[in-house]
């Protein structure tokens, strides 16, 4: 079974908006973590952000925020005033705290931010 | 330094060769990896070393054969591939086993012949 969505098609975004993209996960661990990457055309996977299933606040990382809504299921990433830099693929990733460092990954969200 | 460097950036072998890639990370991580990037699709891992012992091995084929020589190195020995095995393979390292982030270097695009 899939362990984490993401639906979205790829998106257009105008330069200096906010854009949201939509994740959502499937575990029946209690204790696990969430990840959105950033992988520009160059290939390098970057890490942005992370969210652990106990954190209460949600995670902030500069123009980078992760909506947690647990009960949901759901890390959306937010990308606010977004550059030219931004376009790139975008991954989702899991980690389940099983003892085995595997990360899951999402079949990404390309966007392209457009000037 | 908090860099992953993966060389070659760029490989074309043919199904009769034999070339190794190369993962450098100089960051103190006990543990790293292998991953399998076909194009548009999400990283798969292949491999995980911690400690530098072979943790996992993700039912990957014998024609890849993973060498960790020392806490900073890892390599990915290539031997009669096929042409479907053509793919971005990504290395990352983590402080430890346990430990959740990534750090990932720019990979090696490679294709068989």
């Known amino acids: 079974a899939q362990k984490i969505t993401q639906t979205q098609p790829g998106m257009f975004v105008q330069e200096k908006e906010a854009v949201t993209l939509d994740c959502t996960y499937d575990t029946s661990d209690q204790s696990y973590g969430l990840f959105w990457y950033k992988q520009p055309s160059s290939g390098e996977m970057i890490f942005l952000i992370y969210?652990?299933?106990?954190?209460?606040q949600n995670a902030t990382e500069g123009r980078y925020s992760l909506n947690f809504q647990k009960a949901r299921k759901s890390a959306n990433l937010v990308i606010s005033a977004s550059q030219l830099g931004d376009s790139a693929m975008y991954f989702c990733a899991m980690n389940e705290h099983d003892g085995n460092n595997r990360l899951a990954f999402g079949k990404g969200n390309q966007v392209v931010v457009i000037p | 330094d908090t860099e992953v460097t993966q060389t070659p950036k760029h490989l074309v072998m043919g199904m009769t060769n034999k070339k190794s890639l190369k993962c450098e990370q100089h960051m103190g991580h006990r543990a790293m990896y292998w991953y399998k990037q076909k194009a548009k699709k999400p990283p798969e891992l292949m491999f995980v070393?911690?400690?530098?012992?072979?943790?996992i091995n993700e039912s990957v084929p014998s024609r890849f054969s993973p060498e960790c020589p020392n806490s900073s190195l890892l390599n990915l020995h290539l031997h009669a591939l096929q042409p479907e095995d053509s793919a971005l393979y990504l290395c990352a390292s983590s402080q430890d086993p346990g430990s959740e982030k990534l750090f990932f270097g720019s990979g090696t695009q490679l294709s068989v012949l």
């Open positions: 070393y911690s400690y530098e012992k072979l943790s």
């Open positions: 969210q652990g299933s106990y954190d209460e």
